[in-house]
DNA sequence: TAGTGGTCTAGACCACTGC
DNA sequence: CAGTGGTCTAGACCACTAG
């Protein structure tokens, strides 16, 4: 197979080149550009791997490597006798994929929302740093409530850019905002980053958590990145952790 | 080539059955086996997939895809053009793979260790379920303090079962508790899970760690387990982050 | 039964390391 | 330069799904 099926553009294997790039990581490449431009919507079928092997001139060993990759990174979901389809983000295993909050006993875990408020401001400085933002920004900040299983534990500030989300701010907007961001505004989260403390909780979110001041409670600052790697969204919660806990587990 | 070549024991391929087991997971099995064995040690290299695949009489294909599964689990290390290693848990990388406090700042983050006490005794409820043990097993306990950058932020006890670390209360303990298990003990660390709460620093701790009593806490329960997915450790630890968190990064 | 992904093989060649 | 892991290919066959 002729190597320039990939293409001759800068990027394409060369030999000598100080920074070689291999050929199932340019067909990595080529095939996140589509999803991050949305030519594929979550759920939809994507071609197999011999039509995509045949499209881009590789042998479909080396498409199976860079699919098997996007798969390893939650973007596509492979099954076998079926196809190749792109990931959804808002079934049932997908949402403890980016919330790990989980009820110290018996309980599904399976949070609700409750928006307190939803505005567009001026990015402020924090905002602006986490997000990326130019001096001028804007963003919309959505406060909500969460509970698990019934039970409210969780109070929680998130900032997104308008720029990214244009009209968010009048939306209906889903117990998974993830999703909504998928499906509405073509942003994939792809990662996020957490940073946890263990705080007294305040008491203006003392009061709207119906407990009384002086409560200790997990903080939780999290930078939620799209398929290109960029900041998305920053969000800030304050959650009780009486009754339940936060899950990380390391490999 | 011979699928026989990998046993026509029990869990060898027989295409009718129920649970199709693929060639390389058999093949990743029995090095996983190996490791499990301390056949080969800690920073020991393998033999080059060439001689692996002529022993197990596998095609070298087969034997990769089974080294790049024990190296995407963190066992294995492969270096392109000197070999494949396994892995150890000693190096400032592997540091950072099971401590997950970082300094809101700047700083190194290396954290440090004093041993406050260690004793052996009898298991109690609480370690007899998170350790899946016997009614009549014995433990050892070790409390101790950590300081990141010089700066004590962190008291916890440990318990070992006394069957699977015999003698560990009579040794000089390193700061990095996991090489100890594995050179000293053969039990290599594979994954830990580890629950969080905020708190109230209990008046004990706080005495510990120098604070007053009523500040805000991080608390961490880890049960790590080992190659075979035993609980081999649970750790309590209890951590001040005033000056510092908790990373976790979702994927 | 046709089509998909999953496994396995054999062989060629490339990139990297160390002697 | 020899030896290692890394990439890429082509082709055969297997397991699974759905019409």
New interface residues.
Partial sequence: MERSGVGTSPGAVRPDAVGFRPLYRQVYDMLLRRLADAVWQPGQILPSEGQLAAELGVSQGTVRKALDALTA??LLVRRQGRGTFVAEHDDKQSVF??F?LRPDGEGTGMPTSRVAAIAEAAANADERDRLALAGSARVVRIERTRALDGRLCLIETISVPVALFPGIAGLDLPNTLYSLYASRFGITI???????????LPPREAVLLEVEAGT????I?RIAFDLEDRPVEWRRST?L?ESL???????
Same sequence: chains 1, 2.
């Fill in positions: 990174d939650s994929r980016f790990k792809a990662t996020a980053s957490e940073r946890l403390k263990a705080v007294v200790p409670a997990l903080e600052d959650c952790t806990h936060y899950l990380s587990v390391l490999r």
